[in-house]
């Protein structure tokens, strides 16, 4: 009796061992997403400038409230609580517009050479990958979806190759459009 306890204990131990942690184990894609930086450029600008915006209306309606220009039905022990903590919340507003900004300014530069580098990547593989190239050591006869996976690592290596100091990311977002070009 003892002893098939002991080996029901150790079948559901194994069990337990084999069930992954999450879906992650089922796969070894370990790229992240690409978002080019003109994009993130856009995004941070106008993060920024609503930042900015709210900062300084909100400092206005302050100013508005302490001239007794607009009433708040605030009692007066506690007006200088809401004061400095709205007040407050303002500048910082303000403050993190500003620092959006600038850094904004040096995505920008960023985003000037990625776009650089993409037109790059682009007009090499117009000019260097070719359906023969792809085709080389392919079963045709082969379904288009699994011709397709080789053809695309074969222009993931050509490019990873090529264009060493390249995101990941981007090599793969842009092998896509390269594949839909030649084939299509």
């Known amino acids: 009796m003892e002893d098939s306890n002991f080996e029901n204990n150790k079948t559901s131990d194994v069990q337990e061992n084999k069930l992954p942690e999450s879906l992650y184990d089922y796969t070894d894609n370990k790229v992240h997403s690409f978002v080019r930086l003109s994009d993130k450029y856009k995004d941070i600008t106008s993060s920024a400038l609503t930042m900015l915006i709210v900062g300084i209306a909100g400092i206005i309606f302050m100013i508005l409230v302490f001239a007794d220009i ?14 400095s903590v709205m007040g407050g919340i303002f500048i910082i507003f303000i403050i993190a517009g500003i620092v959006s900004f600038m850094h904004a300014k040096q995505v920008k530069i960023d985003a000037e050479a990625e776009d650089k580098l993409i037109e790059e990547i682009l007009a090499w593989a117009k000019d260097n990958i070719s359906k023969e190239l792809l085709d080389e050591g392919l079963d045709l006869r082969e379904p288009e979806e699994i011709l397709y996976f080789s053809r695309a690592d074969k222009i993931k290596d050509l490019l990873m190759h090529q264009f060493e100091n390249a995101d990941e990311a981007l090599i793969y977002e842009y092998t896509e459009q390269i594949y839909q070009n030649i084939y299509e």
């Open 70 to 83: 607009i009433p708040l039905p605030i009692n007066a022990s506690t007006a200088w609580l809401f004061d």
